[in-house]
């Protein structure tokens, strides 16, 4: 039972700290499933996209009204396809502790830079850039598809800051981005549900800890949204960023 509990509390504070600057709980839930829960590998994974199953509808029906189906419909193109790749590589090429905090690494490293970064050196003017054109979206949205897949983030916290870099308004981005990631990561479920009947070990999610996890998700994303206009962003920001580069250079020495 404490198990449950710990999850339900660590997914709370995890979208409560998270939401405010727009990037997904799943990315710093994952190190709380690896080293404080210890949910076995593969099986990582999907439980972290179960994680976003639970927790991301709250503020997609809050965003709702701003949804542009083209949008959407071009970013599923890819990250659906991407996530099934990504199920694929993770259970088959990527099942071993070692090398997935490598990977995690990766991640936690390349979104922490880019926090720290664009607090430091924030981007005026996005109006000028270019659109990312149909084909490039398509494929930039399958790599993040992929590398959701394998680290059990829907995407939408590298999709946003990608497309609102390049010109897209965050209005526009924000929901389009957040339902790429719900829906990619029923996807991902369902992937590793399949992929479990023919595979050796730990690949369905944790359901229990996947479900108290989104729940608390559900309702410190619903808080960290009420509160975001009341929180002071660039201290936030920077700690997160700080939190995620610790991470990445933890998981770099733990792995060597």
């Known amino acids: 039972m404490a198990a449950p509990l710990i999850a339900l509390c660590c997914g709370f504070v995890v979208a409560l700290i998270t939401t405010p600057v ?3 709980g799943a990315v710093l839930l994952l190190p709380v499933q690896l080293d404080v829960l210890k949910v076995p590998n593969p099986s990582i994974t999907p439980t972290n996209l179960l ?32 996530v099934v790749l990504g199920a694929c590589i993770r259970v088959w090429l990527v099942p071993d502790p070692r090398t997935f905090r490598l990977v995690a690494a990766a991640v936690l490293l390349g979104l922490g830079t880019w926090l720290v970064e664009r607090t ?31 680290y059990g983030i829907g995407g939408g916290s590298i999709l946003a800051p990608i497309l609102v870099g390049r010109g897209m308004a965050v209005a526009e981005v924000a929901p389009a981005a957040l339902a790429s990631t719900f829906v990619t990561s029923v996807a ?7 992929i479990a009947v023919g595979a050796d070990g730990s690949v369905t999610p944790d359901w229990t800890l996947g479900l108290a996890a989104g729940l608390g998700g559900l309702v410190g994303g619903y808080w960290g949204a ?3 206009p ?9 700690l997160l960023g700080g939190v995620c580069i610790a991470l990445a250079a933890a ?5 060597l």
Do not use: D, K, M, Q
């Open 22 to 24: 727009g990037v997904s």
């Open 230 to 238: 009341r929180v002071p962003e660039v201290p936030l920001r920077l």
């Open 251 to 255: 998981y770099v020495i733990a792995a």
């Open 188 to 194: 991902g479920v369902a992937s590793f549900a399949v």
């Open 226 to 228: 009420r509160l975001a």
């Open 51 to 82: 994680y976003n199953v639970v927790a991301g509808p709250g503020a997609l029906v809050r965003l709702r009204a701003r949804l542009r189906g083209s949008l959407v419909g071009r970013l599923l193109a890819g990250t659906l396809p991407g």
């Open 120 to 150: 430091l050196r924030p981007v005026a003017g996005h109006g000028a850039a270019a659109p990312i054109r149909t084909p490039a979206l398509v494929c930039l949205a399958f790599a993040v598809g992929t590398l959701g897949g394998i």
